[in-house]
């Protein structure tokens, strides 16, 4: 019998509105055996992105949604610590969605190794992975980018955002991002190099981004909608292009805003503008996963494209950290160090 | 000095809602002579459409407004009655914008001679012209219509649904169009061959169509807006697509509906579904052109598509017809025979 402890994060109700503490439970259970023909993960980093959210929902979200009493799901990059598995040994890194838990069973279905060597391990739920994924979709194939195009991009800071911004940049065109907090801001413009970026929280924001954007807008990168959604759409030119990758700031509403309904002023702009408003996940591009590691995995070689970690530590502080990142408090990837990584310089 | 007289339709003020009489003002002034490279053409079909109650308005529309005093714009079908042009004789068939007006002078450029033996000329303006253009161009390139789509019109038996519900008729798919009294929807099921028309006067629409799209919609050609639209968007299946034609239903909206702001629900459909929604015009489409006239005149040839003209005599009934337009009461493409046409067989 094993002797460790697993520490698992259940959901424990669904969320009404913005999830509280006691939407979740932490309980401890053995961590399990692997049979035959399966292998035993120890979580290292666990993934916290927006999309959780909508898994949370009693309702219809694009990923089934986690049942009560459930494991939150979760990508996450781990260690095989006892294998009966062909193509798994122990000690190998690998990256797999074994959700909000320190340790999992796998028979090896859905799970890659990882070599430490080539990239750092963490980066495979992040600028290698489905977030780094997402922007190179949703900018490429699903926003087709095109030469000339102005792209703003919100969330610039974040995960996607980020690599949104970069892509684009290093593509040669003119990039603004929208982020929270100054920090954020003066990162996004000096360290990512976009030419320019505007706070959410400033109460100028639809005459800051306006400046920001003399051209106007050719492809807004959606991920928050509210305020920004309603700021950009008056900037955006003939033919924009508005991939929805996600509106963090619906997530937690609980109604609907109040009148007038905007819906036939959003349409109209749509027909007068000829505007393309496509709503898209990264499982549905999975045959640019070559392109993707190819490119980004070379720019990130070369120094052109740079990423930040936020890495909070403890699966006991998933549901806080979680909580701020639905705040925007994190500050690049947000990640959980559930338990020692090994390939670690530091 | 001419001695013909040319009645003229001048839009006199900028309608505020449902355009009325007094918007518009008729005028006679003796037809213009053409001068050196020009050419006098006799208006025989003026077309009416929705599209013209945008460029009524002073604000932003995809073509440019008319101006007070302006003689209102139109696709017009007319005979050539004296020419100082090479490439133009007396007695030629043509089409142009002339507007709504009995004669007009043009240089030559924009104007197409049509050949009476190949269709009847009236349907350059109809289903051979810029309606049926942008049912071709909507449903197939803006709307990529797919294998097995299941496909929703709006305004169904008017003249772009009718030619988008046929087409996709016959590339093998299920069509249920949307119209208004029952006689149009008989029209659409027994005449045009869709698999169901429901009627958007019913109180129990969005059920209706429920009923009538057991598969849900893959692509709907949205030229309406308001509660069709809002009926429609429940019933959208993943990866949906929905060019925006028209929104006659808003057209005349002189403030926004009641709240709530149902564009957050909206866009969060767009992410869950992954829908594509894209606003287009025709003009943008013109390289189809070639392969329009081929596919969709070769199948009037064949009797595989219909069409249906609502024609209305006199220029002095256009105002009273475009005001029935905009309440739904043409049953066909709306035309205007502003002068005999020595071509018809009647």
């Keep these: 019998m094993s002797t460790r402890t697993n520490r698992q994060v259940l959901l424990n109700a669904h969320p009404v509105g913005f999830p509280v503490d006691t939407d979740f439970k932490m309980v401890e259970t053995p961590a399990p ?10 979580t290292i980093y666990q993934s916290l992105d927006p999309y959780m959210r909508g898994r949370m929902n009693p309702g219809l979200s694009y990923t089934a949604g986690v049942s009560l009493g459930e494991v939150m799901g979760a990508g996450t990059v ?6 009966r598995h062909d193509r798994f040994a122990e000690g190998d890194f690998v990256l797999s969605s074994n959700g909000w838990q320190e340790y999992a069973v796998s028979d090896g279905r859905g799970v890659r190794k990882l070599d430490p060597a080539a ?12 977030p780094g994924m997402t922007a190179y979709a949703g900018l490429l194939e699903v926003g087709e980018l095109k030469d000339g195009d102005n792209v703003v991009v919100s969330a610039a800071s974040g995960a996607v955002g980020a690599v949104v911004g970069q892509i684009a940049k290093i593509k040669g065109h003119r990039v603004v991002g929208v982020a929270g907090v100054q920090k954020k801001c003066d990162y996004v413009t000096g360290e990512l190099g976009f030419d320019a970026c505007v706070s959410h929280r400033s109460d100028t924001l639809a005459d800051d981004l306006q400046v920001a954007c003399p051209d106007g807008i050719d492809l807004y990168f959606e991920n928050v909608g509210g305020k920004v959604f309603e700021a950009v759409l008056p900037l955006l030119n003939d033919f924009a292009r508005m991939p929805v990758c996600g509106r963090i700031a619906n997530y937690n509403m609980t109604s609907l805003p109040e009148g007038p309904n905007e819906v036939p002023r959003l349409m109209g702009l749509v027909l007068v503008k000829r505007l393309r408003i496509r709503g898209f996940i990264v499982y ?11 490119d980004v995995g070379g720019w990130i070689g070369s120094g ?11 699966i006991e502080n998933a549901v806080g950290a979680f909580q701020g990142l639905l705040r925007g408090e994190n500050f690049g990837k947000l990640l959980v160090r559930v338990s020692d990584d090994p390939t670690s310089r530091a």
């Design 119 to 130: 990239a750092p391990i963490s980066t495979a739920v992040g600028v290698l992975g489905m």
């Design 33 to 42: 055996e692997p049979g035959d023909g399966e292998l035993l993960i120890r």
């Design 304 to 314: 052109q494209l740079k990423y930040r970690e936020d890495i909070v530590e403890g």
């Design 78 to 83: 781990g260690q095989v610590v006892a294998s």
């Design 284 to 294: 549905d591009h999975v045959h640019l996963q070559d392109d993707f590691l190819r």
